[in-house]
């Protein structure tokens, strides 16, 4: 336990290497724009460059969405992101693979043909930070509400409420608000020396025992994206959907809002639009200097945000096949 607890802050991490094959890089900077995590920089040249800050010697999430936008395939990414040791372990296989839905190890472009269209768009997907700014017609929002409305349940109690939000002005509100609280603890956490300190390793290890989940290193480095992009939490979406959950749903209420979101996701995707899960703003909303934002949206008791989705038009391609790390399955039987 104490060797775990030793590890709580800025645990040691084994990092994906980010490559840039500069004969084939177009200086678009797509992979800039849309990293999550402010992971690359634009060198004197122009060529972007993978990086780390705050005593991270990378930043990246290992997701890929930097291959999946690069029009010229000059990025490549090789290996996991693994936290070897300690309260932040990754219990995922240390295996980066393309999906092999058929079992057989063919080629994605081999094994596509014999998938659902159903099957093809869960693959595709990827989380959209490159929005035009072209408004999304109520009518294509109210066909994404209305799957998530269908969505299963427990005791097929619907304990959400889904906010719609097109309101450029008050979902500026939300990032502003929810920044000035975020940026405190960003600040706290991160190192600019790069060195961890035995404070803050104290004081977060202490913090871990009652919140693992939100002091994982990962979140930071959005929070430091969102920062150096001016409060930029939502991308310039010009729609976000708020899903909120009924605290009394019967069984596991955020469960079944996690559910009706992913109906959403896949719903507008397959209308051709683009989304990205944000939870980054949702825990600064339930603080008391968001109460005049909470009311603005319409998020009153019972009600409770878990979590919203940034939906627009992409800008340029986004969705694509992409490798990805690998949970463990066991198969009994």
């Given at each position: 336990?104490?060797?775990?607890?030793?590890?709580?802050?800025?645990?040691?991490?084994?990092?994906?290497?980010?490559?840039?094959?500069?004969?084939?890089?177009?200086?678009?900077?797509?992979?800039?724009?849309?990293?999550?995590?402010?992971?690359?920089?634009?060198?004197?040249?122009?060529?972007?460059?993978?990086?780390?800050?705050?005593?991270?010697?990378?930043?990246?999430?290992?997701?890929?969405?930097?291959?999946?936008?690069?029009?010229?395939?000059?990025?490549?990414?090789?290996?996991?992101?693994?936290?070897?040791?300690?309260?932040?372990?990754?219990?995922?296989?240390?295996?980066?693979?393309?999906?092999?839905?058929?079992?057989?190890?063919?080629?994605?472009?081999?094994?596509?043909?014999?998938?659902?269209?159903?099957?093809?768009?869960?693959?595709?997907?990827?989380?959209?930070?490159?929005?035009?700014?072209?408004?999304?017609?109520?009518?294509?929002?109210?066909?994404?509400?209305?799957?998530?409305?269908?969505?299963?349940?427990?005791?097929?109690?619907?304990?959400?409420?889904?906010?719609?939000?097109?309101?450029?002005?008050?979902?500026?509100?939300?990032?502003?608000?929810?920044?000035?609280?975020?940026?405190?603890?960003?600040n706290w956490y991160l190192s600019p020396s790069g060195r961890r300190s035995k404070a803050k390793a104290a004081l977060f290890t202490a913090?871990?025992?009652?919140?693992?989940?939100?002091?994982?290193?990962?979140?930071?480095?959005?929070?430091?994206?969102a920062d150096r992009e001016n409060n930029v939490i939502y991308w310039g979406a010009p729609a976000v959907i708020f899903i909120c959950k009924?605290?009394?749903?019967?069984?596991?209420?955020?469960?079944?809002?996690?559910?009706?979101?992913?109906?959403?996701?896949?719903?507008?995707?397959?209308?051709?639009?683009?989304?990205?899960?944000?939870?980054?703003?949702?825990?600064?909303?339930?603080?008391?200097?968001?109460?005049?934002?909470?009311?603005?949206?319409?998020?009153?008791?019972?009600?409770?945000?878990?979590?919203?989705?940034?939906?627009?038009?992409?800008?340029?391609?986004?969705?694509?096949?992409?490798?990805?790390?690998?949970?463990?399955?066991?198969?009994?039987?």
């Amino acid at each position: 336990m104490f060797e775990d607890l030793g590890q709580a802050y800025l645990p040691q991490t084994r990092w994906p290497r980010r490559m840039v094959d500069r004969d084939k890089c177009e200086k678009c900077l797509r992979c800039i724009d849309s990293c999550p995590t402010a992971g690359f920089e634009k060198d004197e040249e122009g060529f972007p460059v993978p990086v780390g800050y705050g005593g991270m010697d990378q930043a990246c999430l290992n997701c890929w969405n930097c291959v999946a936008v690069c029009p010229s395939g000059a990025l490549t990414i090789e290996g996991p992101y693994q936290v070897p040791a300690g309260r932040y372990r990754t219990l995922t296989t240390g295996e980066v693979r393309f999906p092999d839905p058929l079992a057989d190890g063919r080629p994605w472009d081999q094994a596509e043909p014999e998938l659902t269209d159903t099957e093809k768009l869960i693959y595709k997907r990827r989380s959209n930070r490159l929005f035009k700014k072209k408004p999304v017609p109520k009518h294509l929002l109210h066909r994404i509400v209305e799957a998530g409305r269908f969505a299963p349940s427990a005791g097929n109690c619907q304990p959400y409420k889904f906010i719609v939000v097109t309101d450029r002005a008050l979902i500026n509100e939300v990032e502003k608000g929810s920044m000035e609280i975020l940026r405190r603890l960003k600040n706290w956490y991160l190192s600019p020396s790069g060195r961890r300190s035995k404070a803050k390793a104290a004081l977060f290890t202490a913090a871990s025992l009652l919140a693992a989940n939100k002091l994982d290193p990962r979140p930071f480095t959005a929070m430091e994206k969102a920062d150096r992009e001016n409060n930029v939490i939502y991308w310039g979406a010009p729609a976000v959907i708020f899903i909120c959950k009924n605290p009394r749903g019967i069984s596991n209420p955020d469960l079944d809002c996690g559910i009706a979101a992913q109906n959403m996701v896949l719903t507008a995707h397959s209308l051709g639009l683009g989304t990205c899960y944000i939870g980054l703003s949702i825990e600064p909303l339930n603080f008391p200097n968001m109460a005049g934002t909470r009311k603005k949206l319409g998020i009153t008791p019972p009600w409770k945000a878990i979590t919203s989705i940034a939906i627009g038009w992409p800008r340029g391609k986004i969705d694509k096949v992409v490798k990805r790390d690998s949970p463990p399955v066991e198969w009994i039987g």
